[in-house]
């Protein structure tokens, strides 16, 4: 499953200064997808948490270092989609890897069920005006495959409907691409039964409760057709433009450090630059 992406400076003529990187959890484009082949409780090189530590700090410093040169630079947006069951960390992988990101250069966009609004327009409405301009990190909490998931499990589109809407999501990822925006989507691969624990943690702590809800519980019953239009989302829309990464997240930590590693891989190959000072220093005396 070990293979290689590109990314690099893209402008209207699409990607260029492309540079490579491995990663064994991407996903090929238009490559067969079966989740019960890809492990949810990988740990790659490490026994356990406490050896990965020190990586995972390194690389959150790295990333800040990063998105600083990255901000000045504003020759790319950098737009990363998280995906997943619930419980699945969404929210914790933001919460670790990005603390050493500059609070003004990120914007962390969670998509819920639509309002009246945004259901009163094409399904991509709401997502466009979310995508991050050039020199800032967007995160999506949930995206437009909510629109390819949960519509799909519950019966408001058909089968028919779902294949168009993954065909105008690889349209639109296209165009995003075309105009300086860098996508990493992510899958966060838990298994049933660690679902289980988890859920089983929040009812035990008093302190986690708060993030319980009744659908949590409700569309456990559908897990086997989530898998199956995850699988049917990613090997539609895994391109080179805008890749899947099916990340094992059974262990939160080691989700963490795979994520970040990719991020500030993805970052390094564009390499930004702080642009030239817009005065004459010379002429400045104190």
Same mark, same amino acid.
């Given at each position: 499953?070990?293979?290689?992406?590109?990314?690099?400076?893209? =402008?209207?003529?699409?990607? @260029?200064?492309?540079?490579?990187?491995?990663?064994?959890?991407?996903?090929?484009?238009?490559?067969?997808?079966?989740?019960?082949?890809? *492990?949810?409780?990988?740990?790659?090189?490490? +026994?356990?948490? +406490?050896? !990965?530590?020190?990586?995972?700090?390194?690389?959150?410093?790295?990333?800040?270092?990063? @998105?600083?040169?990255?901000?000045?630079?504003?020759?790319?947006?950098?737009?990363?989609? /998280?995906?997943?069951?619930?419980?699945?960390?969404?929210? =914790?992988?933001?919460?670790?890897i990005f603390t050493g990101v500059n609070p003004q250069g990120c914007d962390v966009t969670?998509?819920?069920?639509?309002?009246?609004?945004?259901?009163?327009?094409?399904?991509? $409405?709401?997502?466009?005006?979310?995508?991050?301009?050039? =020199?800032?990190?967007?995160?999506f909490n949930r995206s437009q495959y909510e629109d390819v998931l949960v519509t799909r499990?519950?019966?408001?589109?058909?089968? %028919?409907?779902?294949?168009?809407?993954?065909? !105008?999501?690889?349209?639109?990822?296209?165009?995003?691409? +075309?105009?300086?925006?860098?996508?990493?989507?992510?899958?966060?691969?838990?298994?049933?039964?660690?679902?289980?624990?988890?859920?089983? *943690?929040?009812? +035990?702590?008093?302190?986690?409760?708060?993030?319980?809800? /009744? !659908?949590?519980?409700?569309?456990?019953?559908? $897990?086997?057709? #989530?898998? @199956? #239009? #995850?699988?049917?989302?990613?090997?539609?829309?895994?391109? %080179?433009?805008?890749?899947?990464?099916?990340?094992?997240?059974?262990?939160? $930590?080691?989700?963490?450090?795979?994520?970040?590693?990719?991020?500030?891989?993805?970052? %390094?190959?564009?390499?930004? %630059?702080?642009?030239?000072? *817009?005065?004459?220093?010379? !002429?400045?005396?104190?």
């Amino acid at each position: 499953m070990r293979d290689a992406i590109e990314v690099g400076d893209t =402008g209207s003529t699409g990607f @260029q200064n492309k540079m490579k990187i491995e990663s064994p959890y991407r996903v090929g484009a238009h490559a067969k997808v079966k989740l019960a082949k890809w *492990s949810t409780d990988d740990r790659g090189k490490f +026994e356990g948490e +406490e050896e !990965a530590k020190q990586e995972l700090a390194d690389r959150v410093q790295e990333l800040g270092q990063w @998105q600083e040169a990255f901000a000045a630079d504003r020759k790319n947006a950098l737009l990363i989609v /998280l995906q997943g069951m619930d419980t699945g960390g969404k929210d =914790g992988t933001i919460r670790h890897i990005f603390t050493g990101v500059n609070p003004q250069g990120c914007d962390v966009t969670p998509f819920k069920v639509p309002t009246a609004e945004e259901a009163a327009h094409d399904f991509l $409405w709401r997502i466009h005006k979310a995508v991050p301009e050039k =020199g800032k990190i967007g995160i999506f909490n949930r995206s437009q495959y909510e629109d390819v998931l949960v519509t799909r499990v519950h019966k408001m589109i058909d089968d %028919k409907e779902a294949e168009r809407r993954m065909g !105008a999501i690889v349209e639109f990822e296209k165009m995003l691409a +075309e105009n300086g925006v860098v996508i990493l989507k992510f899958f966060l691969h838990i298994s049933f039964e660690e679902q289980t624990r988890r859920l089983k *943690s929040r009812l +035990e702590d008093p302190d986690k409760r708060w993030k319980l809800s /009744l !659908a949590d519980f409700k569309e456990r019953k559908y $897990w086997a057709k #989530y898998q @199956q #239009y #995850y699988e049917d989302a990613i090997q539609a829309t895994s391109r %080179k433009h805008a890749p899947w990464y099916i990340v094992p997240s059974d262990h939160k $930590w080691y989700r963490n450090v795979v994520i970040s590693g990719i991020v500030v891989d993805a970052m %390094k190959a564009l390499k930004p %630059k702080y642009p030239k000072p *817009s005065i004459d220093l010379k !002429a400045i005396h104190l």
